[in-house]
């Protein structure tokens, strides 16, 4: 197939996307797909080829592998902005539109705002292009932590008890003592997060979560064991715990080497591991996500506590929904086809 993998764009985590984009690009040409890495936000010129179909022979032929490090650098919109020459600042950079309508399949390796909000999801399907991953109204709902929180709370699915407070608003009084944990309410990748414990912290954690969206929300700190759970075309991997080595899983914890230990299958009972691969099927449909995503994990003596859903999960070196497709003998190409082939069979039953 002709496949685009879209990339990049204009999220505070383009480096991770662009990162996971590498890295699909050539698992999927591993697996025989004339695949193209585009980047959403600078697009391509198109300035050696004659038709859009020769895009997908160039970059086969020329590109036998790609790679990208993930800079710990979090990137705001005027660095991002700066990218590209022409001053303009849309979406969607030059010829995107045009380069992912001749293709099969968009695999989306999107990360962040602009990638997993739904957004390009609505634009996709009003131009009838296929694409990896849930659709725009599952996106948006699991993108915005305030209304998944609600949806999770609505059917009894446990989670961090939360406040959620608008940018130039009073801060509400906290129903929880501290600690807390303080998250823009749309974003990834715990940029913008801090673990706060008292008012003071409280007060000087808001202004930095608030350069990334301009609602916050306040959680509940949940001590326990951290562990995330993939869901792939119906089927949960192994879960995967998360040992940090020093402070909590931020994004410098994500990203970068040497930083956080992982053990999949986890060291839990049977019982619990069963539990928690059930609560994330049974969230992955109520958030409405399909094809395939993450569910991350707390668990203690009282418990099993969702802390969030991820449509478009990483898939870097570092990742945790490959490292867990390992555990269950899927090798990365194999992790990447299954994806594609998925959403392939989601589109043929429409």
Request: proline fraction near 4%; hydrophobic fraction near 40%; aromatic fraction near 8%.
């Amino acid at each position: 197939m002709k496949i685009v993998v879209l990339a990049g764009g204009r999220s505070p985590e383009r480096n991770v996307s662009l990162s996971s984009g590498a890295m699909i690009t050539n698992a999927l040409r591993e697996k025989g797909h004339a695949a193209v890495l585009i980047d959403l936000f600078l697009g391509d010129d198109l300035h050696d080829v004659k038709t859009v179909d020769e895009v997908f022979q160039r970059d086969a032929a020329t590109t036998k592998s790609l790679g990208y490090a993930i800079s710990d650098e979090i990137l705001t919109d005027q660095t991002i902005n700066a990218l590209r020459k022409d001053g303009t600042k849309g979406l969607f950079g030059k010829n995107v539109l045009k380069i992912c309508r001749a293709a099969d399949m968009v695999f989306l390796a999107l990360h962040g705002e602009d990638g997993e909000n739904g957004k390009v999801q609505a634009v996709f399907d009003l131009f009838d292009i296929r694409y990896t991953g849930s659709g725009p109204l599952a996106s948006g709902v699991t993108m915005d932590k305030k209304i998944s929180k609600e949806l999770l709370l609505h059917n009894q699915i446990k989670t961090a008890g939360y406040v959620a407070v608008k940018q130039g608003k009073t801060t509400p009084q906290l129903p929880f003592d501290f600690p807390a944990v303080v998250k823009p309410s749309n974003g990834g990748s715990s940029i913008g997060m801090q673990i706060v414990h008292n008012q003071k912290e409280l007060e000087t954690a808001l202004p930095d979560a608030f350069r990334f969206d301009d609602e916050v929300v306040i959680e509940e700190y949940i001590k326990g064991r951290e562990f995330s759970l993939g869901v792939v075309n119906g089927i949960a991997m192994p879960a995967i715990e998360i040992i940090v080595k020093d402070g909590w899983y931020d994004f410098e914890h994500k990203f970068q080497e040497n930083q956080t230990g992982f053990q999949t299958p986890p060291d839990i009972p049977d019982d619990v591991h069963r539990k928690m691969q059930a609560i994330a099927v049974e969230t992955m449909s109520v958030l409405g996500l399909i094809n395939y995503g993450r569910i991350d994990f707390f668990w203690n003596d009282n418990g099993i506590y969702v802390i969030e859903g991820n449509s478009l999960p990483g898939m870097t070196p570092l990742s945790l929904l490959p490292q867990e497709a390992a555990a269950a003998g899927i090798s990365y190409p194999d992790l990447c086809e299954q994806i594609v082939q998925g959403k392939l069979a989601i589109y043929e039953a429409k």
